[in-house]
């Protein structure tokens, strides 16, 4: 069935729509969470550590929302502060030295924007992220699972491999902010959405991701296993391939890519 980018929109944040946690307890074996930026604090909206992707070592990085109230507020409603992109760098630093590829799974409305996360250096904690991603010494795949919200979704994004969920969105920012600004009516977002061209289909065609995850019918959490199974053959014919070239020849694709972009 033909979504409109608007239901995309509703569907991608839907509560029940499968979590970050949940790909990795599915598709990796072993997970150890790590915390801390080792500079200011634990941020719960960006979960990372080390698993297994079937016998390979990898880091994984995901942004995590909750499954009620509850869980949404002690995750921050899966909006990082600046200390939660720092321990992602953090962890993707510590996979280049040891070879561990990179796993990201983005879902975010975007990063945090209060008073305390502009003061510890949200710009700069971003914009360290996408400096070293560009250049980072080891494989780099990254997944957009439900809402990639602005720049708090690009700091996970510089890879060499970039995918969406079908029903998943991408853009600059949400369709509510971009009608404020745009329209000067925040009541326009669904005409919004349909301007930003946020969709996956959208977002392949402009080259700007390197393929559409496809969901069941209704979306990802009506059939799991389904969307992981997808998710997991990805993951390992990328990293075979990622894997077989030189970290030289890796590097300038990638920064080649986003030139291009």
């Not at 790590?34 to 990085?61: K, M, N, Q």
């Not at 509510?176 to 329209?183: D, H, P, R, T, V």
Request: aromatic residues 8%; hydrophobic residues 40%; glycine residues 10%.
């Amino acid at each position: 069935m033909d979504l409109t980018p608007w239901e995309k929109v509703k569907l991608a944040r839907m509560p029940i729509r499968p979590t970050g946690l949940d790909y990795i307890d599915l598709i990796f074996k072993g997970f150890v969470e790590l915390h801390g930026d080792r500079l200011y604090s634990e941020d719960r909206a960006i979960v990372g550590g080390l698993a297994f992707f079937d016998d390979i070592p990898v880091t994984i990085i995901a942004q995590q929302k909750g499954r009620n109230t509850k869980e949404n507020i002690s995750r921050n409603f899966s909006m990082p502060h600046p200390e939660g992109y720092r321990k992602a760098i953090r962890l993707m630093k510590q996979a280049e030295k040891f070879e561990r590829p990179v796993i990201c799974f983005i879902d975010t409305p975007g990063a945090f924007c209060g008073i305390g996360a502009e003061e510890r250096g949200q710009g700069e904690a971003i914009a360290t992220n996408l400096a070293e991603m560009m250049l980072l010494r080891t494989p780099i795949i990254s997944v957009v699972i439900s809402e990639g919200g602005s720049g708090g979704a690009l700091a996970l994004g510089v890879a060499d491999k970039v995918y969406m969920l079908e029903n998943a969105i991408y853009s600059i920012l949400s369709p509510e902010g971009f009608a404020s600004i745009l329209y000067k009516d925040s009541t326009k977002a669904e005409a919004a959405a349909n301007d930003m061209r946020l969709t996956a289909q959208d977002l392949y065609q402009f080259s700007i991701i390197d393929g559409i995850i496809s969901e069941p019918p209704g979306g990802a959490h009506n059939d799991f296993g389904y969307v992981t199974g997808q998710v997991k053959d990805v993951i390992g014919a990328d990293l075979k391939e990622l894997m077989s070239i030189s970290i030289s020849e890796m590097i300038e694709k990638r920064y080649k890519k986003y030139r291009n972009i």
